[in-house]
């Protein structure tokens, strides 16, 4: 069966722009999130049981009108503001039936909430390289070669044993000041996808490991890319991560080796995959891990009939030096 997944339907740029100051880069891909809901205890205490799923829409067009860089002014709330933006989106009917991600499948996402997340890449910290076969290798137990395609995309192509891993390896990459890691995968036939990992030595105690679905996986889609973005963090998450296909959501669980930390940096990007056809390809691009800034949705500032306007603020800031001093998510 083979999986349609249509794009975000873009912002009308010109229109936009032609009411706004434009400046160059203010036109992003970014994230819609809204964090998934816990349950509480007698005491009113979060329980570590999710009740309502996050939100989590990749590839959303936007323009990001950043109006204040800092401020260390302590706020009611004890936090401090350290960024401001006006984040221009698609209006909301195009957000809530975006196919893939199917508003019929999703009552909970019926208006934007305050405090819902834009996610930004501020910088990209480490690519995956796909412009040559280099470093791409395959585990023992999976027959694939590998090729490249205009120096955009590798692929897997997957021999008689198509049930197992496939990874990127080189010399330790310093991944420290990342926070999230995202690809683009599509396929050829039928294959699953059923988790990826990072590893910061030779073997499984060195890794951080998305599962999918519960080891179950997805079916790769095999017409458009489907963007897996998700949270590069340490310890032990339940699925409260997603990826969403024609409106089904498959969680993520986040795991990570005895041995996992940041400091050594990224020597192994794995893939392992299941299938029951020789011949399948699996095609991958746009492999990064960045460092984001998030935007939290303060107010509602416009809504119309061509683009909805959030008024955003930033009011954390990562700070590397303590993941470095200790070696911490």
Not at 191 to 219: C, E, P, V
Not at 228 to 255: E, K, M, N, Q, W
Request: hydrophobic letters at 35%.
């Amino acid at each position: 069966m083979v999986t349609k997944i249509n794009r975000m339907m873009p912002l009308n740029m010109t229109r936009l722009l032609k009411r706004l100051q434009f400046r160059t880069g203010q036109s992003r891909d970014v994230v819609y999130f809204r964090p998934p809901v816990y349950g509480k205890d007698s005491y009113g205490n979060e329980t570590g049981e999710v009740i309502v799923n996050d939100i989590t829409l990749p590839d959303v067009p936007a323009y990001v009108r950043i109006y204040q860089q800092q401020d260390f002014v302590l706020q009611q709330g004890g936090h401090n503001i350290v960024g401001a933006a006006r984040v221009y989106l698609p209006r909301l009917d195009v957000l809530k039936n975006n196919p893939n991600f199917d508003q019929g499948n999703n009552v909970y996402f019926n208006q934007v909430e305050g405090f819902d997340k834009i996610i930004d890449n501020q910088q990209t910290i480490f690519t995956v390289p796909v412009s040559s076969t280099t470093g791409w290798g395959k585990a023992v137990d999976v027959n694939a070669t590998f090729t490249t395609d205009s120096g955009t995309t590798i692929t897997a192509n997957l021999g008689a044993d198509p049930i197992g891993a496939f990874y990127y390896s080189s010399s330790a990459n310093n991944i420290l000041e990342s926070d999230r890691y995202t690809f683009q995968i599509k396929s050829t036939g039928t294959t699953r996808l059923n988790k990826f990992s990072i590893w910061s030595g030779n073997d499984s105690n060195y890794s951080i490991t998305y599962t999918i679905n519960g080891s179950n996986g997805l079916m790769i889609p095999a017409s458009d890319w489907l963007t897996v973005d998700v949270p590069f963090i340490s310890g032990t998450v339940a699925a409260s991560s997603s990826v969403y296909i024609s409106g089904t959501r498959y969680g993520v669980a986040v795991s990570t080796g005895s041995n996992f930390n940041y400091i050594s940096g990224s020597k192994y990007y794995r893939w392992t995959i299941s299938g029951n056809a020789s011949g399948n390809k699996v095609y991958l691009r746009n492999l990064r891990q960045y460092k984001s800034i998030e935007w939290s949705v303060r107010r509602v500032d416009d809504y119309n009939e061509e683009y909805i306007c959030l008024d955003c603020v930033r009011t954390a800031g990562r700070d590397d030096k303590l993941r470095r001093a200790y070696n911490d998510g």
